[in-house]
């Protein structure tokens, strides 16, 4: 039985689970939160920083060239005194070739220059998988981000919140433009010229709210019309430069915003997005250059994260390190840290899921027999990537991390060589055999493109997954997480691809109807929650919520199965995954950022659609835990 606690596990297993954890947990100051997946993620943090630090004085020993080259990037990042000594330097011939451009035509001269070169555009083009036949690749073309975390933060009503963040931002950029050459008067002009350009970015491009329907991404356009809607810019000789041709059709993913470029981008506007560019190419910089610019440089992602200091730089040397070298450190990790016996079991546990998710889908009460052949057949593809991967990708053996170069030349060289590659893949087939993950990465993901799982190495550890814990404490943690991966397949984006990942509709009209009423059902659930940083919107974080909420169905029909099996640890290992302890202030960011759900929710909303959580702690209609049989949702 449960021991008796302040709080009821009837009224909030979130609390009741995790209450003295959350009391006893400190957040580190450079960090935004802790708990879960956080505290997973600094434990893998601190063993590499720790094995990267005997590695710089071994070398010789490293057996592995590209781990080699990732050691001496992570040393490069730590050499404090030279980046010290080089100060600004590195970034200022960049700046001098934004500064030089004196009209659209100069830019022309440069554009694929500065496309491989990662200068700020005000167009942001790339080479994705296509989404009516993911075995291809197709160009995409949206518009540049904004200084706001979202567009949401430019609306009406969010003016107080607007000001004081641009207020940080300005403050923060207007000390880096110190650093340059420009005169105070330009130093003035220029920051001013970058938000008025950003505010008239924030009219065109889509909110994260927006993005999150990711299925409306795929707007085929003639190039023809894509090109005379870019005007000025000579959309079709870049294209030629880049590619040695020119593709029929571009996929415009925001057409809002590329059909109205023009107002963004023109010649009486060139100047604004010139001094925009500049004021971008310093701020993105900043974190490679003297530590008192990266410092400077990290004031507002610290403001809007709530951290009372910027990161250790032996820290930012592993980040740093970890993400440009992310295949061979995840390969190291993975390694030496993931066991074979582990990795055995987890792959037992997925495919018991996989088998259990058919089943479930056969017997469905609302599918007719051709959508569920279609879905039993999506899931029989599905293909699963545990651990880490055989071997990293060739393209590391091209990197180079030379003792004369600066940081910022170092991370700008290996930049410009993962740019080239991805724009020389056009007429290549997808490789649907990379990981979208390295190994060491706490967090795991379905892919609708490949229709492919991946958990990494590093996600694997209690209290997701032990051989130690019981196996009804694995499924309420890692084969839940498995099964909510899983459950992306059919969420209100992933259900729209069919098994080999194309963008393809393979339900029947009325299949699809009662489907998306069930979805409907699954944002009113959790829409206009309030919690103490703002207000849920149940629309932004539905596809999560549906992965949720099939991978709790799928394991509790394991549960049924299994010997031995005890659902109060069930339910409390799910409500200890989703332990965290989260700044304010990143916490209000996330309501508006992160298509996921709130920890708070995530662990109690979805045990309450299922019978089995009233049966294992007697819940009963006065409980706070306690939903109406009419008012659960089950779709998976």
Known sequence: MVDEKQVRVQDDLYMYVNGKTLEE???????????????????????????????????????????????????????????????????????????????????????????????????????????????????????????????????????????????????????????TKLSEEDQAKYLQDALAFDEIIATLVKSQEEWSEYTKMYNPTKTSKVASLLKPIKFKKLLEDLFGMIPEQIIVADPKFVKGFKTLFNEENFELYKHWAYVKVLVQTSSFLSEEMRTVGATYSNALMGLATVSPIEKQAYQLAGGLFSEPVGLYYGRKYFGEEAKKDVVSIVKEIIETYKKRVSENDFLEQATKDKAILKLSKIVVKMGYPDKCDELYDKFEVLDEDSLFECVNKISYIKTVDGFSKLNE????????????????????????????????????????????????????????????????????????????????????????????????????????????????????????????????????????????????????????????????????????????????????????????????KTDKMYIAPSKRVVIW
């Open 25 to 179: 947990l400190v957040i580190p100051d450079d960090k935004p939160a802790t708990g879960g997946f956080n505290t997973l993620n600094t434990n893998v943090e601190e063993t590499l920083i720790k094995d990267f630090n005997a590695m710089v004085n071994s070398l010789d020993a490293v057996d592995e060239p590209n781990m080699g080259k990732a050691v001496k990037l992570f040393a490069k990042v730590k050499d404090v005194k030279k980046r010290n000594k080089d100060g600004i330097k590195p970034i200022l011939k960049y700046l001098k070739k934004i500064d030089s451009l004196k009209d659209v035509r100069a830019l022309n001269r440069n554009l694929k220059e500065f496309v491989l070169g990662g200068y700020p555009l005000p167009i942001d083009l790339g080479v994705n998988a296509d989404f009516k036949d993911t075995t291809k690749h197709c160009v995409v073309i949206s518009g540049p981000s904004v200084i706001l975390p979202d567009t949401k933060y430019y609306q009406e009503g969010m003016e107080q919140t607007k000001d004081a963040l641009l207020g940080v931002w300005s403050g923060m950029t207007s000390k880096l433009l110190s650093y």
């Open 429 to 620: 087939p997808v490789d649907r055999t990379k990981w979208p993950m390295p190994g060491h990465m706490v967090n795991a993901c379905y892919n609708p493109f490949t229709n492919d799982i991946t958990f990494p190495a590093a996600i694997l550890q209690a209290p997701f997954y032990s051989i130690k814990q019981t196996r009804s404490e694995n499924l309420g943690g890692i084969g839940a997480v498995i099964g909510h991966e899983i459950s992306h397949a059919f969420d209100n984006n992933g259900a729209n691809f069919d098994e080999n990942g194309n963008l393809n509709n393979w339900w029947t009209k009325e299949d699809l109807k009662k489907f998306k009423n069930k979805t409907k059902a699954m944002i009113k659930q959790f829409d206009g929650i309030e919690l103490p940083q703002g207000t849920v919107n149940g629309s932004f974080i539905v596809s999560e919520n549906i992965a949720d909420n099939g991978g709790m169905a799928v394991t509790l029909e394991i549960m049924k199965n299994l010997s031995g099996a005890n659902y109060q640890e069930y339910f409390l290992n799910w409500g200890k995954i989703w332990c965290s302890k989260q700044r304010p202030e990143y916490e209000k960011m996330l309501l508006s950022v992160d298509v996921h759900g709130p920890s708070v929710l995530r662990a109690n909303i979805p045990p309450r659609n299922f019978d089995e959580w009233y049966t294992a702690f007697d819940v009963k």
